[in-house]
């Protein structure tokens, strides 16, 4: 967890080095993180956070293209997510069946944040690092309907990507946040947790007032 976080708090860095060392390919390695951390369930570790943050600074200073990062990271996201789902739907399902007592951790987390907010968590749980590998999997075994899960999967994916990438262009170039890159990456990521915490508290808070007599 230490050096995940150290990962993501130095994710600027990583992605400079990219594009020093391999200019438009940094576009496909981009892609590739994207898609296996929401498309491989065992694969749960990637910086994805601060990698879209920092793919929005360098779109600012013009060494990346923000129309094919939005276009591309957000192709890649809804595909990762899809191939997790049929993962969950086709393989899933006898998986975890044999290894119910051994249940991982974040899947068991995962399973009742789905079955407490439904499509909500298939959206909701890209903003959550670990949450968004599990859930579309979950959403898998649990045969949520392809149409429904789409819908959903596209809508997070959109909104995933374009808020960590517009919040780098549009603000990545302040000084201060270039010197405090870590600091503003670790308030944001929690304030977005905070603002979605508060809108399910929300919305449990108004289903409990319509089933109270």
Same mark, same amino acid.
């Given at each position: 967890?230490?050096?995940?976080? %150290?990962?993501?708090?130095?994710?600027? &860095?990583?992605?400079?080095?990219?594009?020093?060392?391999?200019?438009?390919?940094?576009?496909?390695?981009?892609?590739?993180?994207?898609?296996? &951390?929401?498309?491989?369930?065992?694969?749960?570790?990637?910086?994805?956070?601060?990698?879209?943050?920092?793919?929005?600074?360098?779109?600012?200073?013009? &060494?990346?293209?923000?129309?094919?990062? !939005?276009?591309?990271?957000?192709?890649?996201?809804?595909?990762?997510?899809?191939?997790?789902?049929?993962?969950? @739907? =086709?393989?899933?399902? %006898?998986?975890? @069946?044999?290894?119910?007592?051994? %249940?991982?951790?974040?899947?068991?987390?995962?399973?009742?944040?789905?079955?407490?907010?439904?499509?909500?968590?298939?959206?909701?749980? %890209?903003?959550?690092? =670990?949450?968004?590998?599990?859930?579309? #999997?979950?959403?898998?075994?649990?045969?949520?309907?392809?149409?429904?899960?789409?819908?959903?999967?596209?809508?997070?994916?959109? !909104?995933?990507?374009?808020?960590?990438?517009?919040?780098? =262009? =549009?603000?990545?170039?302040?000084?201060?946040? $270039?010197?405090? #890159?870590? !600091?503003?990456?670790?308030?944001?990521?929690?304030?977005?947790?905070?603002?979605?915490?508060?809108?399910?508290?929300?919305?449990?808070?108004?289903?409990?007032?319509? $089933?109270?007599?």
């Amino acid at each position: 967890m230490e050096e995940l976080f %150290r990962m993501m708090v130095h994710a600027d &860095e990583l992605i400079g080095d990219l594009v020093a060392q391999y200019g438009t390919l940094t576009y496909l390695i981009l892609f590739t993180i994207v898609f296996v &951390e929401t498309g491989l369930v065992v694969v749960t570790f990637f910086p994805g956070d601060g990698l879209l943050f920092s793919a929005g600074i360098l779109a600012a200073s013009g &060494e990346l293209s923000l129309a094919i990062l !939005l276009i591309l990271l957000t192709l890649a996201t809804i595909l990762g997510n899809t191939s997790n789902y049929l993962i969950g @739907r =086709f393989v899933g399902v %006898r998986l975890f @069946r044999k290894e119910k007592a051994k %249940r991982n951790h974040y899947l068991a987390k995962a399973f009742t944040y789905y079955e407490k907010y439904g499509g909500k968590a298939v959206i909701l749980s %890209r903003f959550f690092p =670990f949450m968004r590998s599990f859930v579309p #999997f979950v959403a898998g075994i649990t045969a949520m309907k392809i149409v429904d899960f789409t819908w959903c999967n596209i809508l997070g994916g959109i !909104l995933w990507i374009s808020t960590y990438l517009l919040l780098g =262009f =549009f603000f990545g170039e302040i000084p201060w946040v $270039k010197a405090n #890159f870590g !600091l503003v990456l670790s308030g944001m990521l929690a304030f977005l947790l905070l603002v979605i915490l508060i809108s399910l508290l929300k919305g449990v808070v108004q289903l409990l007032i319509k $089933k109270s007599p």
